[in-house]
């Protein structure tokens, strides 16, 4: 699909070709009815993203086909924090935030970030892997290199948290994001893609989404 992105929805697969997913979403397809695919090309050193939707028949739509992502430094399957890796697997996608006001996404919770919002990647603390409104936790004291402050990375115009590590568990890695492209052609772990894609999937996906991530 080019960049024209939500001109058709799942009610108009009448006109497009429906499709088989890939083996690796199946079991994502036991329970989603939206899924983000992302496959990793070793030999570019990028992913592709594909987004799936269900029509009300059972039947899998292809919305995005093959969209340019930026992936993590070293690849995917992580598994400790700093490892420049892009989790490998299926994830939810929960808390919707970003510089931007709220595009009018369905996801639960959009945060349009501060100067008190950071995102704890500090494994000795209780909140990490956990947006913070600093203005509200008086006990956090954000550590400068560590904690990202989600205002000041301009990629967060736009982003949707792939919970990764959702239990919080120390060193294992935080903050994965899908976030809007900034001007590196790799990120630190994260999904980077085009400003439009990320704000035309914010306005489509609705809570119960999946990402999977191969």
Known sequence: MNADYGKCTPSEAESHVYVELPDQALEAAREASQIITVEFVPKTGRGLLSFYQKTEEGRWFLQIDSARAAMGKAGIGKTKEGDKKTPEGTYNLTQPFGILDDPGTMLEGYVKVTEDHYWCCNPRSAYYNQLVDASEKKDFKPIRGMDEKLINVSAYQYAIFIDYNAECT?????????????????????????FELMEFLLKTLKPGAKIVIY
């Not at 120390?170 to 085009?194: Q, R, V, Y």
């Open 170 to 194: 120390p060193k294992l890695g935080s903050a994965i994001f899908l976030h809007c492209k900034a001007a590196k052609s790799t990120t630190s772990g994260c999904i980077a893609i085009d």
